[in-house]
Every structure is written in structure tokens, then in C-alpha cells.
């Protein structure tokens, strides 16, 4: 994990030492090109946040949700109102059950029993949370006018290892549990389409089970991702 960190950093660093970075009026920084060129490359230019509808057999999700933000972008637009956008992203998605506990024995792979059954004894039960860490790289071809952009495409996902984390409460006191290094297929990839108006945006993300994250004998999930996006 601290190798491909290393290698993600350099490839975001590298373009900076062959360029000056210039801060627009709107709050973007580009490293290549300018504002009102048809090829540019900018600096974190957007994040966002959603809510997950989870379909899943060996679990009760209580909720789900999504958080991604922007680290690098290359903006291709040989016409005005027509381009691609290519980025790199980190992403984070987390499963939260409050009747279930999430658990991995030796090899790393996250699987599901019953809470009581992984804590026994007398304790209130709070939630157990399954949590990926990923860098995507969103292939996006989108249509412009005005304020307005539509856009749609592909993430390919390079996922690293995530965690759980349980809470519960025990002789009243607050017990907090987290078991890191959980493993998740390497590679992976969804579809995402987007809508946003003067920088502010609807986006779903769907998950196909032909390149699911989660690994053979782990919880089979289906997922799909509703949210907001916001330019920064």
C-alpha cells in the first residue's frame, strides 16, 4: 500500500516541476494550460458526498454512503461545448450494519455474523462498519452550455486494502474495535453519470457484480451510489 501512495503522489507531484501553477478567478488551479484553453490540467477541483442503495443476502445494511474528492484532472475540450475529462480520485465507501457484525479471520477477507455471536456476553450492540480506500480514475465524456454540464463514463479502480471498525458498549462503557488490512479485488471498475449547474451536481455511480470490489466469499453486494457533487 505505501508503494502504490508513493507512486500516486509522484504522478500528481511530476507535472508540477514542468510548470507554473496559476489560481483562477473561480478558486482552480491549473498546472497546465489556462482557463479558456481546449486542453488543461488542474489541481483537486471537486469532491463529493452519497447515499448507497445496498442489496445484500448476508447482511442488513442500516446505512451506506460514499465520499470521493478530486486530486488531479486533464481537461480535453476541442469544441466548446463538447470534451473528455480524465482524473484521479480518492474514494472511500463504507457499509454500516447495526444487527450484524462485519469480521476477517486470517486471510484479511471481510465476512458476516451475527453480532452476538462475535461479541457473546452482556453488551449493547452500536454498529459495525466495513470501509474501502480507493484511487479511481474516472473516463468522462461530457456535453457544456452555459452553466450547465451533462456527462458520463467509466472509474477504473485500483482498491487498497479497508478496515472495520465495531462499537458497543459494555458495563457502560464505549468499546471501539478495528481490524485493518481487510482485502478487496485490486481491480475493479463502474459506470457514473452526472448532472451539475454552476458548479453544483447530482451524480450515480453503479456497481456491476461482473467487477465487484469485494472478494470471492466475502458478502455478495449490490450497489449502487446517489449523490451531490460540489466544485471547489
Excluded at 479558456?36 to 477541483?45: I, M, P, R, V, Y
Amino acid at each position: 500500500m505505501k508503494k502504490t501512495l508513493i507512486l500516486i503522489c509522484a504522478l500528481v507531484a511530476m507535472p508540477m516541476f514542468y510548470a507554473n501553477v496559476s489560481a483562477q478567478d473561480d478558486g482552480r488551479l491549473i498546472i497546465l494550460g489556462s482557463s479558456d484553453s481546449k486542453a488543461s490540467l488542474e489541481l483537486g477541483t471537486h469532491m463529493g458526498f452519497s447515499y448507497n442503495i445496498v442489496k445484500a443476502d448476508s447482511f442488513k445494511p442500516s446505512n451506506s454512503g460514499e465520499f470521493f474528492i478530486n486530486i488531479l484532472k486533464l481537461n480535453l475540450y476541442p469544441v466548446d461545448f463538447f470534451g473528455i475529462e480524465l482524473g484521479i480520485d480518492y474514494k472511500t465507501i463504507g457499509f454500516t450494519s447495526k444487527e450484524d457484525a462485519f469480521y476477517a479471520e486470517g486471510d484479511k477477507i471481510a465476512k458476516v455474523m451475527p453480532y452476538s455471536q462475535k461479541y457473546p456476553g452482556e453488551i449493547t450492540k452500536n454498529f459495525s462498519r466495513l470501509r474501502t480506500n480507493t484511487f479511481s480514475a474516472p473516463l468522462m465524456i461530457k456535453i457544456a452550455a452555459d452553466k450547465f454540464k451533462i456527462g458520463a463514463g467509466v472509474e477504473g479502480n485500483l482498491n487498497l486494502t479497508g478496515r472495520i471498525k465495531d462499537k458497543y458498549f459494555k458495563d457502560g462503557k464505549k468499546v471501539k474495535n478495528i481490524d485493518k488490512g481487510i482485502q478487496f479485488n485490486r481491480y475493479s471498475y463502474n459506470f457514473v453519470a452526472g448532472l451539475a449547474y454552476d458548479g453544483t451536481g447530482l451524480y450515480v455511480k453503479y456497481y456491476p457484480k461482473s467487477s465487484s470490489f469485494m472478494p470471492e466469499g466475502s458478502p455478495d453486494i449490490n450497489l449502487t451510489t446517489v449523490g451531490v457533487i460540489f466544485d471547489f
